[in-house]
Each structure stands twice: as C-alpha cells, then as structure tokens.
C-alpha cells in the first residue's frame, strides 16, 4: 500500500515537472514572437502619498496575453525574457509605453503623479541603457521628473559598475530610482553604498506579516535607514486597514496596493484619479 502510495505520488510529480517543463517550453518559444504580435499590455497601480492621501504615482505593470494561455503575470515570463536577452527589447516596449502613457495624461491635464516602470538588472548591464532611456523621453517629449525606475536588486555584485554607471548617467537626466522590493536581497544595503537611490520600495512579504514583531521591527529600520538618507520610503503590498495604520505609525510615505486599488486598465487609472481614489 505504501509502495503504491509512493509511486503514485512520484508519478504525480513527475507529471508536474512534465507540465511545467512543457509550459516554460511554450513560453520561451511564442514570447519570441509576443512583441511583434502585440501582445504586452500594461496596467497602473496607484501610489498613494500616505500625508495628503492623494496618488502620487502609477506604477507600470506588465501583462501578456497569450493566444491560449490567457493573460501571463510577469512572474512566468520576465525570468525567460531575462535569460534570452528578449528583456532588451520588452523593457524598451514597455518604457516607451508607459511614457506615451504619461504623456497622453499630460495631455488631458493630469500634472501630479510620475510613471514608474520596473527595470531589469538585465537592461541595466546594457551600456546604452540610460542613453535609451533618454532617446525615448526625447522623442515622447516627456520631462525626465515624470519618471521613476524600480530596480529589483538581484544584481550579480561583479557586473555592478555596468549598473551603477546607467543609473549616474539616469540621475543626472533627471529621472529616478528606486530600489524596489528593499530588504529581501543580501544586496540591499550594498546598493545604498554604491549609489544614492531617490527612494525604496518595502518589499510586501514585510508588509503582509506586519503583525509580527520581526516584520515590524525590519519596516522601521528600513524607514529609519531611507529618512536618514533623505529619501521617501514606500510600502507596496498593502491590503487592509490594519497594515495601513501600521505603516502610519511607523512613518511610511508612500503606500500601494489592493487595498486602495488593484492595477488597473488606463481609462480605469484615470477615472480613480478623478474621483480622488
Ligand atoms: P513589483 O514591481 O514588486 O510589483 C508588485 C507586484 O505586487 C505586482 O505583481 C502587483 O500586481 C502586486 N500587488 C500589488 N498590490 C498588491 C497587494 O496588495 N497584494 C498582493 N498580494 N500583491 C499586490 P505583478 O504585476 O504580477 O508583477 C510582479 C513582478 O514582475 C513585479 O514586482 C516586477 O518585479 C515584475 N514586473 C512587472 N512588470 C515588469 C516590467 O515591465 N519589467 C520588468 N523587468 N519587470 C516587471
Ligand atoms: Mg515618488
Ligand atoms: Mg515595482
Ligand atoms: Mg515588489
């Protein structure tokens, strides 16, 4: 009996490592293709300024949606893109996107949030990264305030002069970094040395377990360490009340998440901001 349990539930893994081989197969072949078949959308999540609560930012999200498979979260396909140096050509898709975007709010007269989009480390190893970045806004004829870039430090710490060099050259055109997803990575604090970021993203793991003592403790030294250094402090993840009042107390500056607003289609981001969340 226990034989046959055992083998079943071997068969059973088995089957799902299959699966999952043959999905991450899917992907890598019909993502090569995605871009061209315009397949990438993107959402907007709010950034909500925790004094005046009003937002202060929209975060790009991006979306695949997949002929079959429906709509694919970052989480699948970002790594492959990575690991094919597709993310080159993605990550440009999706910053001229999202300053179009910006852009066509502008427009309409909406002056009072930035845009910010994820980078990969991966973009930033690029040495024209920054000089892109700076093309694009050029040619949308976006001013480089409106823009904020979240970084995600995984960065690999020998090819980290690359990186620190893109995000000099970013800083002096004006636009931002943010360290996004701060305190999970053994980098964190390494990047607080080699280079002065516009301000840090708590990562939400902390946040979703703030009733816990460690979590609460790590929140306000990362809020400590980023008002020492004279930068604003964000939390994402938030989606109660409770976790909210928290971050108040703790001296949080800006909050993010489900429960001020999933992210959202365009039409649907403006209209929260014309109703003031
Ligand atoms: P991130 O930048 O840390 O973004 C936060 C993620 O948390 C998003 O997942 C967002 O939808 C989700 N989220 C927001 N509020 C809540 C909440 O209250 N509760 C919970 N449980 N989750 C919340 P998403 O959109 O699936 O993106 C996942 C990650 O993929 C992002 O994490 C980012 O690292 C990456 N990513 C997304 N878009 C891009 C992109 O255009 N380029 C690159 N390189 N990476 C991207
Ligand atoms: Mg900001
Ligand atoms: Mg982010
Ligand atoms: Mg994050």
Known sequence: KAKERGKNSFQYFDKTMKSEAEFAKTIKRDLSLALEKNQFFLLYQPLVDVKTGKVVGMEALLRWQHPKKGVISPFHFIPIAEETRQIISIGEWVLRTACRQRKEWLNMGYFDFSISVNVSVHQLQWPDFAKVVCDILNEIELESRYLELEITETVLLESVDAVVKN???????????????????????????KFKADGIKIDRSFVRDINLDVNKAIIDAIILLGHRMK??????????????????????DEVQG????????????????????
């Open 167 to 193: 995000l000099c050259h970013l800083k002096e055109a004006g636009v931002k970094i943010i360290i996004d997803d701060f305190g999970i990575e053994n980098s964190s604090f390494r990047y607080m040395q």
């Open 231 to 252: 930068i604003g402090v964000t939390a994402e993840g938030v989606e109660t009340r409770e976790q909210l009042d928290c971050l108040i107390e703790c001296g949080c």
């Open 258 to 277: 489900y429960y001020f607003s999933k992210p959202l289609f365009p039409d649907e981001a403006i209209q929260m901001i014309q109703k003031g969340l």
